[in-house]
């Protein structure tokens, strides 16, 4: 199977089940499994995927259809311009905090301000 075949099946399956952002699903799912970047994939749509990582990206096309949120099945989420680790014993940083990071940063605070126990550590 190539790069395309699967995008295009995966992307239609995700959006079958009501999944709103099933083509950029299937490109992160795809690209993650294939340690490449998603320019990657479309510079090279016809390049044939190993069987193996094919069976890796269908199995993680299968949770996200289970509605497993997709940086836990990545095992990672982008957050304020960097990458945390995340799984499922980790609350995902949500892009609500990156509004209050900007709030917080216009505001003079004397002293220093920690998050403590609140998830990933952002």
Request: some cysteine; charged content about 30%.
């Amino acid at each position: 199977m190539n790069i395309s075949t699967w995008l295009k099946n995966a992307a239609e399956t995700l959006k079958r089940s009501n999944i709103s952002s099933s083509k950029l699903d299937a490109e992160l799912i795809l690209s993650n499994t294939l340690r490449k970047d998603r320019t990657f994939l479309h510079a090279h749509p016809d390049e044939k995927i190993d069987p193996r990582r094919v069976d890796i990206a269908d199995a993680r096309l299968m949770l996200r259809l289970d509605r497993t949120p997709l940086a836990y099945i990545l095992g990672y989420r982008d957050f304020y311009g960097r990458e945390f680790k995340v799984s499922p014993q980790v609350l995902i940083p949500r892009p609500e905090s990156e509004v209050i990071i900007e709030i917080l940063k216009e505001i003079q605070v004397s002293g220093k301000l920690l998050d403590v126990g609140t998830g990933s550590g952002c």
